[in-house]
C-alpha cells in the first residue's frame, strides 16, 4: 500500500520553544498509527497542525498525494481530516443527532427536517456500531458516549483522516475497549488514524506503526509495531532506560492519621469509613463514576458533608472548606485539570506558589524570589518542559500542565495527608516514574496518601492497600500481599460486586 | 511582526500608544499643556480615578459593581449632614466611611454568600442607594456649614490640590496591593478560575466581600472628596459613574472575563477618559458629541485588546 497521510520537514515554533523541528514521516492507508513522546514532545502541536488549527513555520502535509495548502480547521476539513481533541467538542444542551449535523442542518429554507436529522445519523450510528440513542441529550451521556459522538461526527463528515488526542485518558477500560473495537473497524474502511496516548498497552493493542518524538524531533519511526519493544519504546522516548516504572519499596507504616468515619455527602449517599497510617499509601480503584473522586472532594471539604467527621493525626478537622482542610494538613490535587486545576491567565510561577505562598508571605506580601526559587525547583524536579516559569499555564502542553499543578500541592507545607486523584493522567512514562519516586519519598517521611487511579496497574505497582469502590460504596479493602487483579476488578464490577461467592472478599460497604 | 507592531502590541502598548497621543495633544491643542490645565485635568479624573482602584480588583475577580456612583452620591451627603449635625468633620468623614463600607458589605454579602449575579445585585443596591440618597436629602442639594471642609478639596500638599494626592496614594496603595501582596494574586487567581482557586484554599467567598466592602469604603472617601468641591451633598452626583469607571478599567486592560488586570493600564485608562474630554473642552466641542467620542474611544480600546491577545497567540 502506498503511503497516505505525509509530513514533510515540518516546523513549528512558538516564543522560546522550538515545537516542532524538521519531523518527516508518512502513514499507509488504512493504518491506525501511533505517535508517541515526553510531555511537550509536540505530539498536540503535530495534530493541530494537521488539523489547520495552527499553521507550520515550514514543511508540508500531503493527503493521498496532495500538497495540502488548509489554512484553517475548516480547509482541513474539507480535505477531510478530523481531530478529536482532548476537550471534547458537543454542545451539552443540544441531542447527538443535533450535535452531529451542526454546521449544516438537513432542510429547506431554515426549516430542519427533523425525520432526515434522526434517521441519517441512526445509519450512520448503526454502521459504525455504536449504540447511543440520537435523540439522547449529549449533557446526559457519559464521557465514554460522548467521545463515541465524536467520532460519528468524523464518520458522518466522511474525514479519511482521524486523529485522536489522548482519547482514552478519561474513559473507563471498558469504555476503551469499546472505542478500541471502533477505531478497528474504522482502519478496516481503509481510513487513516493517529492516535496519541501515553499508554504502551493501547500502542500495542492498536497501531499498527508508531512514532516517537523528543523535543520536537523525530527521534523514531516505526513502520512495523510488531518489531519493537516496550523497552525500546520508553528509552526512544525520554533518552534513557527505564527497567521498572513503578519501584516499589515497601516502608514502615505507623501510627493512624487520616481517620475518616461515616463520610457522606450529596453525590456520595452511602457513608463511608477508612483510615490512613503514617508512611501508607492507599489507593482507590474502581470504575468511573464509582464515586472516588466525590470521596476526595468531601474529605477535602470541597462539597459540605451531610454526615461524618474527618481527623488528621487525632484532631477533628473542622468546618469543611479546603482552607480548612489545608491549614490541618489535608491536600487534594484534583482530577480535572482543566476545570478545578489550573488558573488561566496566570504564569507557571503563580500557579504553583498560589496556596504555599502564605508560608513565607509575611503580612500577605509577597517575596518574588522566594516564588521564583519554589517555581524552579519544581520545574526542576517535575521536569517541566518550558522555556521559562513566566509562562503562561495555557501555553504547556497538558501533561505539563498536571505537572504544575502536582508541583502546586508538593510545594505545600507541613502536609499531612495527600490525596491525589489520577496522578498520572497524561504524564508520561518517564516522568510518571519520577512521581511515583516523589509519592515514595513523602510517604516515607510520615505522610500518608491517598492515590485515586482507574489504571488498576498503576494502583497495584505503587501502593500498599488498595480499596475498590463500585456504585458509591467500598466494595473491597485489599492488602498489598492479597493483590490480585481479578479479584480487584471483580470487586470493581457492580454486577458482580454483591456475589459473595467471591473467594476471600472482605465486604465492608455498610 | 515589525517591530513597531511588536512595541504597540506588547505587554506596555498602551502606555505607549498613551505617551504618543499625549505626545500629540500637548503640540497640537493650545493650553493643554499649562500647569492649570494639567491640573484641572487630574481634579476632573479624581473621583474616577479613585474608584477605579476598587472596581479593577472586582473585574479582576469576574464580578461587577454597578452601585458605585450611587454610593458616591450618598457617602458624600451623609457626610455633609453628619457634619452639618454634629458639627464635627470628623465625625462627618466617618459617617460616611461607614456607610460606603456598609453598601460595599451587603453587596458582597449578598453575591458571595447567597450567590446572586453581582450584575443583579449591584443593580439593585445602585437604586436603593440612590433612593436612600434622595429620601434623606428630600431631593435637594444640602449645603455644607463649616467652611473647613471645602478646605478637603481646596487645600494643597505641595502644592498640588489634595484630591489629586489623594488619588495618587490609591494608585499606589492599590497597585502594591495588586502586584505584591497575597490578596492581590488571589484576586487575579479567582478571576482566572474560580474553582481551581477554591481547591487550592483561597477563601473566595471572603475574598470577594472583601472586594466589595473595600469598593463601598473607596467610593466613600471619592464622595467626601466631591461633595468638598461641589461644596455641598448632592443627591443626583456621579449618576453614570459606574459606567466610566468601568470604561477606565476596560480602557487600561482589565479584562471583564477576569483574571488579567494591571494599574498602570488603569492609570492609563483614567487619564486617556480625563483627557479625551479635557481636550473636547479646550476645543469647544459640543457636549453631545462627547459621548459618541467616548465611546469610539472605548470600543478602540477594546479591539486593540483583542488584536493584543491574538499577537500574543493565547489559547482560548
Ligand atoms: N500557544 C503556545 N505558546 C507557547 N508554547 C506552546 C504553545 N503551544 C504549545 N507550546 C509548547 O510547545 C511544546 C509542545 O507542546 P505539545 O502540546 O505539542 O506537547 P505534547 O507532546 O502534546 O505533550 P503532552 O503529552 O503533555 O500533551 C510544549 O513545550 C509547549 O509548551
Ligand atoms: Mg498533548
Redesign the interface.
Known amino acids: 500500500m502506498q503511503d497516505f497521510l505525509e509530513f514533510k520537514a515540518i516546523s513549528k515554533g512558538y516564543p522560546g520553544v522550538q515545537a516542532l523541528a524538521d519531523v518527516s514521516f508518512s502513514v499507509k492507508k488504512g493504518a491506525v498509527h501511533g505517535l508517541m513522546g515526553e510531555n511537550g514532545a509536540g505530539k498536540s502541536t503535530l495534530i493541530r497542525v494537521l488539523s489547520g488549527d495552527q499553521s507550520a513555520d515550514t514543511g508540508e502535509i500531503r493527503i493521498d498525494g496532495q500538497l495540502q495548502h488548509y489554512r484553517s480547521v475548516r480547509d482541513a476539513f474539507d480535505a477531510g481530516v478530523i481531530v478529536i481533541h482532548q476537550e471534547l467538542q458537543l454542545v451539552p444542551e443540544l441531542t447527538v443527532a443535533e450535535n452531529l449535523w451542526l454546521g449544516r442542518f438537513p432542510g429547506k429554507a431554515g426549516v430542519i427536517d427533523r425525520s432526515r436529522l434522526v434517521g441519517v445519523v441512526k445509519e450512520k450510528l448503526a454502521e459504525i456500531g455504536i449504540d447511543i440513542d440520537p435523540t439522547a441529550k449529549v449533557a446526559s451521556l457519559s464521557i465514554g458516549e460522548r467521545q463515541m459522538v465524536e467520532i460519528a461526527k468524523a464518520v458522518m463528515a466522511d474525514a479519511r483522516v482521524i486523529a485522536l488526542d489522548e482519547p482514552t485518558s478519561s474513559l473507563s477500560s471498558r469504555e476503551s475497549e469499546i472505542l478500541f473495537t471502533l477505531i478497528d473497524r474504522l482502519r478496516a474502511q481503509g481510513k487513516v488514524i493517529l492516535y496519541v496516548s501515553h499508554r504502551l498497552d493501547e500502542i500495542f493493542r492498536l497501531c499498527d506503526s508508531l512514532t516517537v518524538l523528543r523535543d520536537g524531533k523525530l527521534a523514531a519511526h516505526h513502520p512495523e509495531i510488531a518489531q519493537i519493544t516496550r523497552e525500546q519504546i520508553i528509552a526512544e522516548m525520554v533518552g534513557r532506560e527505564i527497567s521498572n516504572i513503578w519501584g516499589f519499596r515497601p516502608r514502615e507504616r505507623g501510627a493512624v492519621r487520616l481517620e475518616v468515619k461515616d463520610l457522606a455527602g450529596r453525590k456520595l449517599r452511602t457513608p463511608i469509613s477508612f483510615s490512613v497510617r503514617q508512611g501508607e499509601i492507599l489507593g482507590f480503584f474502581g470504575l468511573i463514576g464509582a464515586g472516588r473522586s466525590e470521596m476526595a472532594r468531601l474529605v477535602y471539604g470541597a462539597d459540605s458533608r451531610s454526615q461524618g467527621t474527618v481527623s488528621v493525626d487525632g484532631a477533628t478537622v473542622t468546618p469543611d472548606s479546603p482552607p480548612h482542610s489545608i491549614r490541618s494538613g489535608i491536600v487534594l490535587c484534583p482530577e480535572d485539570r482543566k476545570f478545578d486545576g489550573i488558573v488561566q491567565g496566570r504564569n507557571i510561577e503563580e500557579n504553583m506558589a498560589i496556596s504555599s505562598r502564605r508560608h513565607f508571605s509575611p503580612f500577605g506580601i509577597l517575596q518574588p524570589k522566594k516564588e521564583a526559587e519554589l517555581a524552579d525547583r519544581f520545574i526542576a524536579k517535575l521536569r517541566v518542559r518550558t522555556p521559562s516559569r513566566k509562562q503562561e499555564i495555557v501555553n504547556l502542553s497538558g501533561g505539563n500542565q498536571q505537572k504544575v499543578i502536582l508541583g502546586r500541592w508538593l510545594s505545600e507545607q507541613g502536609v499531612k495527608v495527600l490525596i491525589i486523584d489520577e496522578p498520572t493522567r497524561g504524564i508520561d512514562v518517564g516522568a510518571k516514574s519520577e512521581i511515583y519516586e516523589i509519592l515514595y519519598e513523602l510517604a516515607g517521611q510520615g505522610m500518608a496518601i491517598v492515590v485515586i487511579s482507574s489504571e488498576l496497574p498503576e494502583v497495584m505497582g505503587i501502593t500498599d492497600r488498595i480499596m475498590v469502590m463500585c456504585q458509591g460504596r467500598v466494595a473491597a479493602d485489599i492488602e498489598r500481599a492479597d493483590f490480585d487483579e481479578r479479584r480487584i476488578l471483580a470487586a470493581a464490577l457492580p454486577d458482580v460486586a454483591n456475589a459473595s461467592e467471591l473467594p476471600n472478599q472482605q465486604v465492608q460497604s455498610r | 511582526m515589525t517591530s513597531l507592531k511588536k512595541l504597540l502590541l506588547g505587554e506596555q502598548g498602551l502606555v505607549v500608544i498613551f505617551a504618543i497621543a499625549f505626545a500629540i495633544v500637548a503640540l497640537t491643542v493650545p493650553n493643554f499643556l499649562t500647569e492649570r490645565n494639567m491640573l484641572g485635568l487630574l481634579q476632573s479624573v479624581v473621583t474616577i480615578g479613585i474608584v477605579a482602584c476598587t472596581m479593577m480588583f472586582c473585574l479582576a475577580s469576574r464580578d461587577f459593581d454597578l452601585s458605585v456612583g450611587s454610593t458616591v452620591a450618598f457617602s458624600g451627603m451623609v457626610a455633609v449632614m453628619a457634619s452639618n449635625a454634629s458639627g464635627s468633620i470628623i465625625i462627618g468623614l466617618l459617617a460616611a466611611l461607614l456607610c460606603g463600607g456598609a453598601v460595599g458589605l451587603v453587596n458582597g454579602v449578598v453575591i458571595a454568600r447567597f450567590r446572586i449575579n453581582a450584575l443583579i445585585t449591584t443593580l439593585a443596591t445602585m437604586q436603593i442607594v440612590r433612593g436612600l440618597a434622595l429620601i434623606a436629602s428630600d431631593g435637594r442639594a444640602v449645603g455644607i456649614n463649616d467652611p473647613g471642609f471645602y478646605q478637603l478639596a481646596l487645600s494643597k500638599f505641595l502644592g498640588i490640590p489634595t484630591p489629586i494626592c489623594v488619588m495618587a496614594v490609591f494608585f499606589i496603595i492599590f497597585g502594591f496591593v495588586l ?5 492581590g ?2 484576586t ?2 479567582i ?3 474560580p ?9 473566595v467567598s471572603n475574598m470577594r466581600i472583601w472586594i466589595f466592602a473595600l469598593q463601598g469604603l473607596v467610593c466613600a472617601v471619592a464622595g467626601v472628596l466631591l461633595a468638598s468641591r461641589i461644596t455641598s451633598g448632592q443627591p443626583n452626583a456621579a449618576t453614570g459613574l459606574e459606567l466610566s469607571v468601568i470604561s477606565a478599567c476596560v480602557l487600561g486592560g482589565v ?1 471583564l472575563a477576569g ?2 488586570a494591571a494599574m498602570t493600564g488603569v492609570i492609563v485608562g483614567v487619564l486617556i477618559m480625563g483627557i479625551a474630554e479635557n481636550v473636547m473642552n479646550l476645543l469647544n466641542i459640543q457636549a453631545f458629541y462627547q459621548y459618541v467620542v467616548r465611546g469610539l474611544i472605548l470600543l478602540l480600546a477594546v479591539l486593540l485588546d483583542n488584536l493584543r491577545s491574538a499577537a500574543a ?3 482560548t
Not at chain 2, 474553582?195 to 477563601?203: I, K, M, T
Request: positive net charge; charged residues 25%; glycine residues 18%.
Open positions: 502586584n505584591r501582596t497575597v490578596f494574586k488571589n487575579l487567581a478571576g482566572g478560575n474553582e481551581a482557586s477554591r481547591l487550592a484554599g483561597v477563601n479584562s483574571g488579567r497567540g493565547r489559547r
